[in-house]
């Protein structure tokens, strides 16, 4: 664990396509503050496209490094009441959303649940987790894939998005 209190800490991926953008991202920070989360560390926030056949605008993404004293499903439970404040209605699958707010990867953790799995699986498909993941965590280990969150990065991404790169492509 984290420290030698009862804290868990967690990698959040925060994401907005519904203007204010940045707005809801904020209030999303605000939100785990008011819960008594912290924020360790923070990545840049990037423009990604969405994922899905629906046409909807691009996504604003940013990922923290967070602590506090939730475990498995209340960091699921901590990220919901996060959505549902910022007034995200549930319906369409991969549609357009106020606030997402994935829990990517929890310290020490791995698990399987109908709500949530640890780690996320779209970390190893989408190079803005990857790489922010790496930048947040680079020695936490893949629990299946058995290697760094940093070996991961170093193996995986390419482009504008690889380890070393500057400006990961559609960042701003």
């Known amino acids: 664990m984290s420290s030698s209190d009862d804290s868990s800490q967690a990698v959040l991926a925060l994401g907005s396509n519904l203007q204010p953008r940045a707005q809801w991202l904020d209030l999303a920070l605000d939100l785990l503050g008011e819960k008594g989360i912290q924020v360790l560390a ?33 960091w699921l439970k901590l990220a919901q009441a996060a959505e549902v404040r910022a007034g995200r209605r549930r319906g369409v699958s991969k549609g357009p959303r106020t606030l997402d707010v994935d829990i990517i990867l929890i310290e020490g953790e791995s698990l399987t649940s109908p709500g949530l799995t640890v780690p996320h699986p779209g970390l190893l498909q989408r190079p803005y987790l990857l790489r922010g993941a790496a ?36 960042s701003s």
């Not at 969405?50 to 604003?60: F, S």
């Not at 760094?148 to 990961?168: C, F, K, N, Q, V």
């Open 135 to 170: 930048q947040l965590v680079p020695d936490w280990v893949h629990p299946t894939e058995g290697l760094s969150i940093a070996e991961l990065a170093r193996r995986d991404l390419t482009g504008s998005w690889a380890i070393g790169s500057s400006t990961p492509s559609g």
């Open 42 to 74: 923070s990545t840049p926030r990037w423009n990604t496209a969405p994922i899905g056949a629906i046409p909807q605008p691009d996504y604003l993404n940013q990922l923290v490094l967070a602590r506090g004293t939730l475990r498995g499903l209340g």
